[in-house]
């Protein structure tokens, strides 16, 4: 106590802030020193006290450093709230005196004209606070008394309310608190450069205030971008994640794929719609010669040669306008051999059903021509070789019936007619035998030329008419004056057929029509109408296939061979046309084909 008492009296002896025992003289060069001495303190004070980001350790400097050199014997910092009350949060005190840390001020010691004064910037400097002059009121200096306070000096802790905002102009300033400086043991007459020193720190307790909400509001944005940086980092990795795995079941599938695309005895592959090949299996390599890596990206008509994607352009064109289709091709194998094969075409249709590609399928069918091809040759060498014997057979029997041979009982002469019809029915079979196996296998070519299509109508007709007429059927014709480049006498065949099954499957008295008429289309479209029996709706397609008859004693009855509808068929292909029927059973049928006009 009596160390400290002696260092007080010393301090009580120094009128300004150089703390030298030099007497202060009032002249210029003094005045010069001290305000020297003075900006350095402050920067010293000042330094030393935002050497700290944390805020409450700046409040301690602050306190420590004030108390230190205004050798007070008690500072404080004195937060105001909300409702008024506050508390000393920070203190420098000698332990002479009782501490006021944390002790909570009603509301009484501190009422609101004094916070609106303070808000406003005022400055206290009480030398003596018994001093009536000092206006302070008689309950305000028993509490003061509590604390040994003597003189007292207060000043205003500001904080700046937007000051983390770019718009200065906004800002405003609220009372935070209080820089307090406490003389205990007697009245102090406090100096200027004490009271500027505390406003000073005061300016610079705002400032640091201000700063650490700035700090907290960055540290808060900093925790916010964070959080939200993790979660897409978290996002990011699950994403990545997904696409490994996603990426690892695509490659065993595609693993998978290639084992069983490449041992399968098939050609496959999938062709983009720039007709590039991306996707092929190995059958590729062992057939073409080609290895996949040579094939993938390169287009169909390099890895095919010009002469072969000629006869594939077609389809090619067809599937990637998204029909799916089926031909027979010829292709050159590495080792120059040539080999049959089927092909087909599937489309590949996205979500909104355009084209993106389409899948090839393509099989070696070299043997099952190969067969057909002896099927052919062996039908054409026995059906010639039996045309020529049923022909003189059917000649004698002709010959026989007119009886200038001589007379047959009447049983004889049945005997002989039922020779005659089934002997006639074979020839006819053999025919029809032999001109559908020289159509199919191209043997003959339609030879053709510009006719008149009522021309084409008339000769069909005509050949019909007797058969009509023992029919008791009536034939009409629509004839129209249209050209067109065909095979007559292929399209007059297509057309006696039709009209012979017309009559065939008509009741007589009733009437078969012949017409023809321009399509939309550049077509010219033909018909047969009956008012027959009609077809049953389940036979409509396969009637057109080979020996397809609705009722098999058809051909018995009616004479027929079940060839008549796939001829029929065979020559309008070959004309690049198509052939269909309509039929309502008990009414009759319409069986139409279609010609191109130009061919
Ligand atoms: P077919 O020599 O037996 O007439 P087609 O190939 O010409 O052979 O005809 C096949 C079958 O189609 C016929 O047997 C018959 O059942 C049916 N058919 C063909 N045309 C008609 C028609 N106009 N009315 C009813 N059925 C028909």
Redesign the pocket.
């Known amino acids: 106590m009596s160390k400290r008492k002696s260092s007080k009296s010393r301090k009580k002896n120094q009128p300004t802030i150089a703390n030298n025992h030099r007497p202060l003289k009032h002249n210029e060069q003094d005045e010069l020193l001290r305000q020297r001495q003075w900006v350095k303190l402050f920067a010293e004070v000042t330094f030393k006290i935002r050497q700290s980001l944390n805020f409450k350790e700046i409040l301690r400097a602050t306190v420590t450093e004030v108390q230190r050199i205004l050798q007070a014997d008690r500072v404080l910092i004195y937060q105001v709230f909300l409702d008024g009350t506050g508390r000393a949060i920070t203190e420098a005190v000698l332990p002479d005196y009782p501490p006021i840390l944390d002790l909570e001020f009603p509301e009484e010691v501190f009422p609101t004209e004094y916070q609106q004064l303070y808000a406003k910037g005022r400055v206290r400097a009480i030398a003596d606070v018994r001093d009536r002059q000092a206006g302070l009121s008689d309950c305000l200096i028993e509490f003061v008394d509590q604390f040994n306070i003597k003189a007292k000096m207060i000043v205003p802790i500001l904080q700046n309310l937007n000051s983390h905002q770019q718009n200065e102009s906004s800002s405003s300033n609220q009372l935070w608190g209080l820089l307090i400086a406490h003389h205990c043991d007697r009245p102090y007459q406090w100096l200027d450069f004490e009271l500027e020193l505390m406003q000073q720190l005061a300016d610079q307790i705002g400032i640091a205030l201000s700063q650490a909400q700035f700090l907290e509001h960055l540290e808060e944005i900093v925790e916010v971008r964070t959080a939200e940086l993790q979660e897409v980092n978290r996002n990011l990795q699950q994403e990545i994640n997904d696409r490994m795995q996603a990426e690892a079941a695509l490659r065993r599938s595609e693993e998978q794929l290639r084992l069983i695309t490449n041992a399968l005895p098939v050609l496959i592959a999938y062709v983009d719609d720039h007709q590039c090949y991306r996707f092929n299996n190995k059958a590729y390599e062992d057939w073409l010669g080609q290895v996949p890596a040579d094939i993938y990206g390169s287009n169909i008509k390099t890895v095919w040669g010009n002469n072969c994607y000629q006869r594939m352009q077609v389809y090619v064109n067809l599937a990637l306008l998204g029909q799916a289709v089926t031909y027979e091709n010829e292709i050159l194998l590495k080792d120059g051999l040539p080999c049959s094969v089927n092909v087909t075409y599937i489309p590949h249709l996205d979500e909104q059903q355009n084209v993106k590609g389409f899948f090839a399928l393509t099989t070696d069918i070299s043997d099952r021509k190969a067969i057909e091809r002896m099927k052919d040759e062996f039908i054409a060498v026995v059906s010639h070789e039996l045309r020529t014997p049923l022909t003189s057979m059917h000649s004698a029997l002709k010959i026989l019936a007119t009886g200038r041979l001589g007379t047959l009982s009447k049983d004889g002469q049945q005997m002989l007619e039922i020779a005659d019809d089934n002997t006639e029915r074979l020839v006819r079979l053999v025919n029809n035998v032999l001109d559908l196996q020289r159509i199919e296998s191209g043997e003959v070519k339609m030879e053709k030329q510009i006719c008149n299509v009522s021309t084409l109508m008339i000769q069909a007709t005509e050949a019909m008419q007797p058969m009509a007429q023992q029919h008791g059927v009536v034939l009409v014709v629509n004839q129209i004056d249209i050209e067109i480049f065909v095979d007559s006498d292929y399209i007059v065949q297509a057309l006696t ?2 009209i012979s ?2 009559i ?3 009741s007589s008295d009733s009437t078969v029509w012949l017409s023809a008429e321009n399509t939309p289309n550049a077509e010219v479209l033909f018909s ?1 109408c ?1 008012e ?4 049953p709706s389940d ?1 409509l397609e396969s ?2 296939e080979r020996f ?4 098999s004693s ?2 018995r009855r ?1 004479g ?7 001829i ?1 068929r065979k020559i309008v292909e070959q004309h690049e046309g198509k052939i269909w ?1 309509e ?1 309502t059973l008990g009414k009759g ?1 319409t ?1 139409s084909f279609t010609l191109p006009l130009l061919n």
């Not at 027929?560 to 796939?566: A, D, Q, R, S, V």
Request: charged share 15%; glycine share 14%; hydrophobic share 35%.
């Open positions: 057929n039709l099954n017309a065939k499957f008509s047969v009956d027959g029996q009609g077809i036979k009637i057109f397809q008859q609705v009722d058809d051909s009616k027929g061979t079940g060839l008549g509808l796939t029929c029927v039929s049928s069986f």
